[in-house]
């Protein structure tokens, strides 16, 4: 049985997909979530073997959701499923680690196909992606320093970077920092400002990729 976690913002999706899904006899579906957030602190507790992934989504995208998914539970594989084949969201989230990227509209029969393929260890690339994740600009070289900004950052503005690029929200960072969620606001406002990036999900791949980079040194 592949145990499956969806997630996507329209409920009606959702719960079109379980059914779709659910009339495998080899698939199951253990969870929902509205947005990456709420699949990260769903993860423990569900131990799904896949992930269906949508790309655009509130509070955290399907892309910063892959990235910190494969962190946090390396086995479990994350197929996307979106409307979105732009270049850079193929390239991003199968850089990050997902295992496959269909569009939604691929045959119920070839997305079971494709679930039990990646549940196998298998890639799966819709109609005319492959050639967008091989003509995808390579990633600068990776250096072990990190970069400039980073030795701006306070160590307490460091411990709000970790625990963003875990997927916590600013409730679940004030209750570990003991701190008010108006203060660690002020903090991330602080670290997108001396990043020069445009939002928290930036931030979150930034730190996910240095501190793997850290670990691995």
């Known amino acids: 049985m592949i145990r499956i976690l969806l997630v996507d913002d329209q409920p009606i999706i959702r719960h079109g997909l379980k059914s779709m ?3 495998n006899t080899d698939m199951q579906v253990v969870g929902e979530a509205e ?3 709420r699949a990260l602190e769903q993860l423990a507790q569900l131990q799904p073997d896949l992930v269906l992934m949508d790309i655009r989504m509130p509070i955290m995208d399907g892309v910063a959701a892959t990235g910190a998914i494969v962190a946090q539970s390396p086995t479990t594989k994350v197929l996307v499923l979106t409307t979105f084949d732009d270049d850079e969201y193929v390239s991003q989230a199968m850089r990050l680690g997902a295992k496959g990227y269909l569009l939604k509209d691929t ?10 393929a990646v549940h196998k260890g298998h890639t799966q690339l819709g ?3 492959f050639e967008k994740v091989l003509t995808a600009p390579p990633e600068p070289p990776c250096s072990t320093a990190p970069p400039p900004e980073l030795a701006h950052l306070t160590s307490r503005e460091l411990e ?5 690029a875990s997927g916590a929200n600013n409730r679940e960072i004030a209750e570990a920092l003991f701190l008010s969620e108006n203060t660690v606001k002020n903090y991330v406002t602080n670290i997108l400002s001396q990043l020069r990036l445009r939002d928290r999900t930036q931030a ?3 730190a996910q990729s240095l501190f793997r980079a850290q670990q691995s040194i």
């Open 160 to 164: 709000v970077l970790h625990l963003l």
């Open 204 to 206: 979150a791949l930034l």
């Open 107 to 116: 045959e119920p029969e070839d997305l079971a196909l494709a679930i039990r």
């Open 21 to 23: 899904l659910e009339s």
């Open 35 to 37: 947005n990456g957030q």
């Open 127 to 129: 109609p005319g992606l």
